[in-house]
Structures are given as C-alpha cells and as structure tokens.
C-alpha cells in the first residue's frame, strides 16, 4: 500500500519541537494575534524576500483580502486561469469582481503570457483591473512575460503562491513579484499548519496597513473601527507550528526535489509526461503531475495495486456549474480542458521511501509494457 500522502511521518520528524511551540502557547494563554503571528510574519516575509506579511484565515482569505487590498469590487474583471483549484475564482468572485479566463501553458500548466496578452488586445475593457497568475503544482509562473505585459495594461499583478511555497523564478521566491502575493498553509501544503492558514506578503507599506485592518473587522485600536473589514486572523497555534515547519522547508523541498527526478528517471520512456521544470525556474513539486491518454484505466490498475492517486482538477473552474453564468462553453480554452482530460497526481512527499517510489514507478511501467502488448494483439 503507498499512501498518496502521510503526515503522520513528517509529524514524528519534528513531534518535540512542535509540542514545545504548542505549550509556550498555553502558557502565555494569548491565542489570537500574539507574539508567534508577528515573528512568523516577519519570518516569512523574510524567507519570500520581502518587508511584511499579514497571517490570515486561509489561503482563499489571502486571495479574497489581497484583491479587497487593493480595492477589487463591484464591476471588475480579474484575469486568472481556470486550471486551479476554484479557491482561486472564489476569492475574485467574494469582492462582487467577475473572472476571466485565459489559457494555460501545455507544459508547466501556468498562465500562458501569450493567451493574456492576446485577451488584453482583443478586449480592452477599463473593467480589468488585475492579474492573478497561479504558480501551480509548485511551478512558477512565467512572471517576468506577465509583469511585463501588466505594466503596459496598467494593472496590478497579485500572486496566488498557495502550492508554491519556496518555489523560485529567477533566483528569486515566488511571491517577490506581485504588488501582493498569497500563500495558504492547508496541511498538505509544502509549508502546512494542522489546521487552516494563510498569509499576504507585500513590500508596499500602504497595502500592509490595510491588511491588517482587513483582516480584523476593520480595527485600527480596539473598538476603534475606520473601516469594514472582516474576522481572518492567523491564531497563535497554528504560527507556532509553521515558525517550527519553516526552519525545515528548504530542507523538504529539496527532498521533493530528489524524489521527483528518482520519478522522472525510472518513468524515461514510458507513455507518460512527467512534470517540466522551465528554464529560469526552481519547482518544489507540491505535487507530480503526470499526462498520459490513458489516465482513466492507468489509475483504475494503480488503485488495484494499493496505490493511492488524486486528479487536480478533473474539471476546469470555466466549466464548472457554478460558474454556469459566465459563458463559457467545451472548447473555450483547450490547452486547459485537455490537461484536465490527462492529468494524474502521484503519491510524492518528503518522508515517501525509495521503496515507495519504486514501487509506484514499476507498476506504471508494468501497465504500459502489458497493455501495449494487449494492444499489439
């Protein structure tokens, strides 16, 4: 049996050090924005490269306060992909803000500059108001294409980087390029809480402050309130578990790293796409995405032999139900809806054995080596 995922190894890694961080926080007895969100604020900034972070609820919080941040709202449009998990259109959607879908590049899955920009030239619409690419899968986006193009355009670029922790472009983290940038720390994220997280990073002062009015009813002091704002507040608990977790991601990430390519080597040659890593950029594989035409019976044989496997997503945002009311039709973006046709996410994490990942890649090759001798026949 191989597990798609056990956090129950990493966990036992580091048991003392995160039961140590649990007490200092029942004993100080302060669970909501105390002294562990601001030292993980400043610490995570500072791993992505930039001055501030704001904790959050969740990553689509992070998502929802960073477009309301920079005031996102009724009758606007933001251009994003539809190949993410709907999180993604959700938080556009909560701030009275319409998506828009562009395409996606066939190889890294991440919002194809080409397709934005040609968007942008057929429809100059003044209702645009931002881009979110997503660094999905832990691959970064093409972000100096999309900068680029934003800056001609005059619109804000926000990164969502919820499944790309540490994840780097040019030498630099993903979430050093947008105005704002979004992470969630959900459990099974490369950087996850026990429970539910995010965060905001900027290096604009302005949008700081603003967060982290945002984020707490609006509140400047207490019971004084100059804006509306909501209840999304990191709590003390989970900062202290992901001050603890992110002294060790660099650490995981490389053994991510190292499991992938173990994958890609054994898999050479077989009927299936392993995952790119582009040029310029450094992929943390929050998860191993493959593509084969015969996803369907290839997870069914997997599955058979005690091998847990996932699809991210099996329907693109576009052509989702409740997104009914934008228009989209089959066809609309087909790079998107043909990855969602191929796609297979394979166990990978950090403690995953060699033995395991053996063990998925000669079952892999072993359906592809019998069934293309059923097919000769």
Known sequence: MVPF?????????????????????????????????????????????VRYGVGVSSGT????????????????????VSHS??????AISMTGAKPIFVDIDSEAYTMDPNRLEDFLRKHRRKTVKAVLPVHLYGHPAEMDAILDIAKRYHLLVIEDACQAHGAEYQGRKVGSFGRLACFSFYPTKNLGAYGDGGMVVTDDKKYYERLRLLRCYGEKRKYEHILK???????????????????YLDQWNGER??????????LEGTDVR??????????????FVIRTGRRKS???????????TLIHYPVPIHLQKAYKELGYRSGSLPVTERSAREILSLPL????????????????????????????K
């Not at 919080?61 to 994003?80: H, N, R, S």
């Open 5 to 49: 995922l056990d956090l129950t190894r990493q966990y036992k890694r580091i048991e003392e050090e995160i039961l140590s961080a649990q007490r200092r926080v029942l004993e100080k007895g302060r669970f909501i924005l105390g002294e562990e969100v601001s030292c993980f604020e400043e610490e995570f900034a500072r791993y992505c490269g």
């Open 61 to 80: 919080e992070a998502l929802f306060l960073a477009l309301k941040a920079v005031e996102v709202g009724d009758e606007d449009e933001v251009i994003t």
């Open 85 to 90: 998990f709907i999180a993604t259109a959700i």
């Open 229 to 247: 704002g909501w209840n999304s507040r990191l709590d003390e608990m989970q900062a202290a578990i992901l001050r603890v977790k992110l002294k």
């Open 257 to 266: 790293r190292k499991r992938a390519l173990t994958y890609k080597r054994i």
């Open 274 to 287: 392993c995952p790119v890593e582009k040029e310029d950029s450094r992929h943390v594989y929050h998860l």
């Open 298 to 308: 290839l997870q069914t044989f997997l599955k058979e032999q005690g091998i847990d």
């Open 349 to 376: 994490f950090p403690e995953m054995t060699s033995e395991e990942i053996g063990e998925v890649s000669r079952a892999i090759r072993n359906f592809f080596e019998t069934n293309g001798r059923n097919m000769k």
